[in-house]
Structure formats: C-alpha cells, structure tokens
C-alpha cells in the first residue's frame, strides 16, 4: 500500500470507516491468532550511549546518571522477573559498544538463559558474526527500529554516534536473519518523521525480509513519541483514533504478523488493542536500568509507563476477560550434544 492510500485512511474522519476497519482487524486477528496474548517483560541493563538522538533521554550529551548492571546484578534482577513467571526477556542497553561491548551482552543472555525459554536483545546495530555470537550463547529474538524511514529526518534528528548511520541500520534485520534469531521486531517512533510515508516504507520493509527470510516470525511495534525532560525535542503528537487506526490497518494488511503494544500506552488503550489486534504486550515493566530487584534502580527511565499494572495483574485481566497468557510457546533445542548412541 502506498503512502497516499495509507494517508487516506487516517485523514478519513468517518466513524464508519474506523469501525469497519477495527472489525476486520479484529476478524483477522482471532482467526490467526485466537485469544492468545504474549507476555515478555523488558531488564535495561545500562542506559551507557554514545549516540546523539534528539528525541531520547539517554542521549550522550544528556547529563544523567549512567548505570551499568554487573553480571551479578543482572542475575538478581532476572531472578526476580522469572519469578513473576514470565518466560520471555528483552534485554535492552542504549548504543555504546564500548561501555556494553558484545561480550558484555553476551554474558548477559547466558545468565538469561537460566531463567527464559524465551531472549530477546534491543540493542546497538551489528555484524553477522556478533549476532551470530547472541544466537549462540542463547538469544532467539532482536527488536530495531529504524525510528523513521524518511533519510533527511533522520539525519536530521541522529546528530552523533553509531545511529547516524542510516544503511548500517536499515540492512540489520537481514544481518538478524542471516544470523540465525528466529523473531525479529521492526518498527518507526510515531511522531518523529512523515507519518504516511514512513508507514509505506516500513510495510515494504518488512514484505522485504518477508520474502527474502520466509522462516523468521516477524512483529511490528508502534511506539509513539513522547517530549522529554530537558531536552529540546517536541514530537508531532499522534493521538488515539490514529494510532488505533495504524493497528488496525496493519492487521488487515498483515494478517499473521505480530503486533506488540508496550506500557508507553495506557492500560485503556492496550485493553482496547488486545480485542482488536495486539498480540504481544509486556508486563510489570521498569523503564530504569534494574529496578525489579532494588539494584541500580538510579537514573531517568528512557521513557515514562502508563500502564503500571504489575505482571500478575496483568494476567489476571487477560484470565477475566477470555484471553488466554502465553508464558513461552518456543524452546531451544540444544543440538550441541552429540545425538549418536
Ligand atoms: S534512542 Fe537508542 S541510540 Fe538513541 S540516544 Fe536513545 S538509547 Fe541511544
């Protein structure tokens, strides 16, 4: 779909139009998908970055408290989410190769993998091999937004470090695929670029690593933009209907794609998207490094939660309202044991 259909729908003000458009979303959804929910809960490891984006609060120029999880940290905080019973991670850092190097992150998802059937990585852009390291030592999944697809807006909002690289980061889900993680999450910040133009190109992105790597399970996330304490940077707000509308229409558009709705939304709205098209929702989670355990819980958030409701509550109203929790519907095979006799 090009950008100009794409504008059509969201400019359309018809309450029949948004109506019709949930309902086959919704259709869509519980034909592919049933009622299940995945759950996974997100551990910022370090909040170290050596990028300059505008519109994030960890920016390398914003004067923060920089934490970094040791290795024993992090085991404690992992503990203490496994024991909420959730069986999926996301393991994020800011973009600092040097303070969060691979092998950092590499120890990390050993640790991970105690606790998790199910590891996912939200971190700096890398090669083949490195990522092919993260898969060995136990990742399965690797979120990147491209942020926006528009290469002027980009560049104009990327003033310094690895992410000013635009290509580099463009060609990472191939480099993800390539490397053998079996779920990859691509996604654009609404609110920073053209909004239309970056759907369309984010639609072909992923048709894109659709046709090239057919065995990868794909999401898609829509994160919208929020202005941040001391910074400078006032996104163009996108308000509820649109974003319930750019949902929607991806479901119509990719029926067995997941979706993912994080707790940057209100328990409103995601209780809204879960009977629409939401697949996948994260619980309890802490946007400060640590946090879940009482270590390193110093230092801004990237971004403020609007949903708090911890993981139990959460499960608790996907039981009441006829959803069914998916704790992991994956396990690694280790097949680095000799199956001869
Ligand atoms: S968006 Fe990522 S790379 Fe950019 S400043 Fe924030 S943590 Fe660093």
Redo the contacts with the bound molecule.
Sequence with gaps: MNSHAIAAILNDPSREQLEALAQHAKDLTRQYFGRAIGLYTPLYISNY?S?H?TY?G??SHHKIKRVKLTLEEIDTELAAIAATGIQNVLLLT??SPQATPVRYIQDAVVIAKKYFQGIALEVFPMSVDDYRALYAAGADGVTIYQETYDRARYKDVHLGGQ?QDYDFRYDAPRRIAAAGMRHISIGILLGLGPLAEDLASLYAHLRDMEQAFPGVEYSLSFPRLRAIKGAPFTPNLIDDITLVKIMALTRTLFPRVGINLSTRESAALRNRMLEICVTRVSAGSKTTVGGYAGTATEGAPQFDINDARSTPEMIEYLKTHGFDPVFTDWRRIDNTQSTSS
Excluded: I, V
């Design positions: 970055c990028s984006c994030c960890f920016h800011g973009e992410k």
